[in-house]
Structure formats: C-alpha cells, structure tokens
C-alpha cells in the first residue's frame, strides 16, 4: 500500500487531512501527524511512530511536510530511517491542499518520477495572486 503521511508545526496536517477528508472521502492511506506547540522532537517522534504503526516494510510512503528542514520532517526522516523506511519515501516540503490531493488521487497511477514532477507542478501552479476585476465607472452623470 502506498501511505500519504502529512507532517507540520500545529494543526496544519490533521487540519490538512479534514480538508482531503471532505475532497477525497475518509481514507486509511493518509495519515497526519502535527507537532503540537510546547512538545519536543523526541515527543514528536513517539506521536510519529504511533501514526505509522500500519505502515509494513513493503508499503510506500509519501511523505509531505510543511517546511523543508522544519523539526517535524527532520525528525520524520529519522524515524523512518531508523525503521528501514526511507528507501520507500518520497519525501516533498512546502505542502498545500493541492499537493496533497494530488498526491491521494494519483498515488497510485504513475511512477515515482512522474509522480514528484507532476505533484510538485500542480502545487506550484495552484499558487497565483488572485484579482478581482473592478468595472470601469461610467463618468456620464
């Protein structure tokens, strides 16, 4: 099985998973794991051991975190390094909504090369400055 497991500073990955939740119906293959204001990296290490418990040595993860080097994603790493799970990560920072619904809907469709091109591009796409458009005033009285 291929696993999605979201990881951030707070509430951002389990708010992240209600979100895919409400997009993509409840599902057992992604898993959220926030590091809660106050708690340590060793304490967020136990709280990520105890979310990936269902992960076996043949499953995949992808593994999507909100800052690149942030403590919830170093930490992570080493997790899963520690468990001979680092070979089957693909590991991408910087995670939105849109990354990580792709990631859930073409997960398992493509390749991992493809698979990290074309998350990466639908995240970074997903990304613009939106404007409204203003009508012009009419200057007759």
Do not use: C
Not at 1 to 20: N, Q, W
Not at 33 to 53: C, N, R, S
Not at 74 to 97: H, R, Y
């Amino acid at each position: 099985m291929k696993y999605v497991v979201l990881v951030s500073h707070g509430d951002f990955a389990t708010g992240l998973k209600t979100s895919l939740d409400m997009l993509a119906g409840k599902r057992d293959d992604v898993i959220a794991v926030g590091l809660p204001d106050g708690k340590t990296a060793d304490e967020f290490a136990l709280m990520f051991k105890e979310g990936i418990q269902a992960v076996t040595a043949d499953d995949e993860i992808i593994l999507l975190a909100d800052i690149v080097g942030g403590s919830p994603l170093t930490t992570s790493l080493n997790v899963l390094a520690d468990a001979g799970k680092l070979a089957n990560t693909i590991t991408i920072g910087g995670m939105n909504l849109p990354l990580a619904l792709t990631s859930v809907l073409m997960k398992d469709s493509l390749d991992k090369e493809t698979f990290t091109a074309t998350v990466v591009s639908e995240a970074k796409e997903a990304l613009q400055e939106f404007k409204l458009e203003q009508p012009e005033e009419d200057d007759e009285i």
